[in-house]
């Protein structure tokens, strides 16, 4: 210890460091499945990032091409396999916008109903998650435990747990189950329960605030400069909410609020989500007390498959049964761009026609995909830490980002 | 719908659109000359009456197996307006010419969103960009041969990284997951 | 024990008696290790939220032993490949499994998994058994939880039924055509050379 002076300047000199490449993914719990993160470090500072995906695509255009009209709804429930729902009505949508079909009343406060269901799904899993990566892990079980009793009711409406499948081009497959209604409130009642629980646990939580707010910021005008929508945009401040703007189904009929925070940070895109929990609580209770009898389906033998009874005792009701499953709906030749607002943002089509029984393109403008886009933005020249609550909030689903 | 968008480039920019016409929506396209394609986008997000600031997609239509098949791709751009309300509908048509790669000016200086697109459009169709920063494939992985959303493509060209153990495929026999 | 010399009525006694003591050796392994699988789930698809649902507390994969899902391959002996594997993830899915230690096991968790699916395209691995060996097939697209638990205890009977050892010493198979059936230990003696 007799150059003791010397070993604290030492200690004080420059070091020799030079900039860190980690490896991020593709099978790293904190990358929710299948992203690839380039990360050039330089101490605990990114210097530099680059996503690397496609590690779950399927070939969602090209198997889409393939099938008919009908048969694509199943991929499309794979691509924000947690809110299925919001993609098949979605995809119908715009199929109907196509057609130019309008569909029964009632089918359309139906999807309304599944799509703010699934709706909760979404924000129930992500808010989840988010507890779950920051340490969190009974905030995770609240959340999923709620989010269990939507998708019994789902799995009741539809027959699938997930994958629902559920609608047709011009309204929908089959009515509400008998008894379906009063278990959705009960079951609204619950999630509100189990909700506030979870917000409870992490809202005012020290840790979980400290780690949220001020990390994974993006301004406005990155924001809409990368096409950010959906909460993530709303937490910056722009109200914009294609619900609100562009009413589609029966939304304008509906009375709720569109939350927007602030800041466009972590903390102000968890908190939007939590509030869009809330609404959609208000949304379906007022889709339930104003749901009007009638039809789910329209009657047009051309379009949707004619009822049981009459493919087994006409001919006419054979033939299109067999016409619609062999070759499928015809759809005229032509084009269409239709967006509805899913659970992380604008869901888009743009649908081609050749004028045959099966799509010649259909392009789907995933929220995920320009969001994931600005994650580089959103983390250079922040901690490493800060990147696992951004890739949570921003709720990046593999199955849609990657297509 | 994108009408008054369209109207307000008209005048402003000479001969921006090649073509107007309405799809089955009744939503109006315009159809923008590949060399005008820098400025009409710049118009769109730069002059305050327009205020084209909200990046919307972009995608690519092969028309190969459509009834008049020339020029053989069509770039869609959609970009939205918060202000107007408004999406705007822009299409570009480029063609293959013989031994050629189709190519188009990128607009990724005027919107950062279209960076990943026309990768996207690259890595799936062959459409190379002018100016793009980083062209590589994005989805797809390098190695990979051709661009698979082409209606040329085979629907099950499946290209293997890895040299398959031998099993019983009782439905398409062993084998057949590399055939191209 | 091939280098001692020793006369054949002594031999087949000993082997009997070795015979019998393996087996004992082979079920209590068997017991231990069938219930305490620890699991890399490499979810990938949409079969991940059904995992999370089996891992949370209504449906519990915790009750089978399997409860904690270790996030590392080399502390794992249960691979659970969950959702679709591309081409361009298959040489990432070999990697992690050659990295996991022997005994290993591998369930293939829904269709897409197992077969392809209905990705019968450009982009999809049609199966993992294409590159790595499974021993448990779970159908579903994806899978109910209930599904998921009956899979788990597929693979625990299998794993029962296995032939475990301290120490192998049969030349090492290079196809390692059946996981978990040779366990392989590097490193000092075994303790089986105490006993003659």
Known sequence: MENAPDIEGELEAHLQSKNLVINMGPSHPAMHGTVRMKIELEGETIVRA??????????????????????????????????ALMNNF???????????????ERAKFIRVIGSELHRMNDHLTCVGAVGLELG????????????????????????????????????LNRDLPPGWIDKVLKTLDKVAELRAEVEGLLTRNRIFVDRMRGTGLITTPDALDYGFTGP????????????????????????????????????????????????CDRIIRQAIAKLPAGPVIIDDWRIALPPKQDVYNTIEGVMSHFKL???????????????????????GWYLVSSGAGHPYKVHVRAPGFPILAGVPRMIEGKMLADLVPTFDTINMIGGEVEQ | MSKVALDTLSVKLSQPFVERYFDRSGAEWGVVHPNALVEVVSALKHDPGLDFKLFGSMDAVDRLMLPEPHPRFEVVYLIRSIPLNDVIRLKVRVAELQGEVPE???????YQGANWWERFIWDFYGIRFRGHPDLRRILMYEEFKGHPLRKDYPLRGRQGLLPERPIKDIYRGPGTSSVV | MADVDVAPVLATRREEAMGFLEKMVSKGLGWARKYS??????????????????????????????????????????????????????????????QMCEPKWVVSFGVCASSGGFYDNYAVLQGIDRILPVDVYIPGCPPRPEQVLDGLILLQE???????????RSPESPSQAQPGRNYKRTGPPPLEEGFH
Not at chain 1, 54 to 83: I, M
Not at chain 1, 139 to 165: K, Q
Not at chain 3, 91 to 96: A, E, F, G, S, Y
Request: aromatic share 12%; proline share 5%; with cysteine.
């Open chain 1, 136 to 171: 969190g892990f009974s905030a995770f079980l609240y959340a999923i435990e709620a989010r269990e009793l939507i998708t019994d009711r789902v799995n009741e409406l539809t027959g699938a747990r997930l994958t629902t499948s559920f609608g047709r081009v011009g309204g």
């Open chain 1, 325 to 347: 499953i062999m070759e499928g709906v015809q759809v005229p030749a032509g084009e269409v761009y239709h967006c509805t607002e899913a659970a992380n943002g604008e869901l």
């Open chain 1, 90 to 104: 979605g995809y119908l949508s715009a199929v109907e916008a196509l057609i130019g079909l309008e569909i029964p």
């Open chain 1, 232 to 279: 993530c945009l709303r937490a910056c401040g722009v109200n914009y909410d294609i619900r609100k703007q562009h009413p589609y189904w029966v939304y304008d009929q509906l009375d709720f609020e569109v939350p927007v925070g602030q800041n466009g940070d972590n903390f102000d895109r968890y908190l939007v989500r939590v509030e869009e929990l809330k609404q």
């Open chain 3, 158 to 168: 299998k794993i029962a039924g296995q032939r475990h050892k301290l120490v192998d």
């Open chain 2, 104 to 110: 188009l000016p990128s607009i990724t200086p005027v």
């Open chain 1, 50 to 83: 680059d996503p690397e995906i496609g590690f779950l695509h399927r070939g969602f255009q090209k198997s889409c091409e393939n099938v008919t009209w009908a048969q694509c709804l199943p991929y499309t429930d794979r691509l924000n396999y947690v809110s």
């Open chain 3, 37 to 98: 699988l620890f699991t890399y789930p490499f979810a990938t698809a949409c079969c991940g939220m059904e995992y999370m649902s089996v891992a949370a507390a209504r449906y519990d994969i915790a009750r089978f032993g399997a409860e904690f899902p270790r996030f590392s391959p080399r502390q794992a002996d249960l691979l659970m490949v969950v959702g679709t594997i591309n081409l361009k993830q298959a040489p990432i899915l070999k990697r992690v499994y050659e």
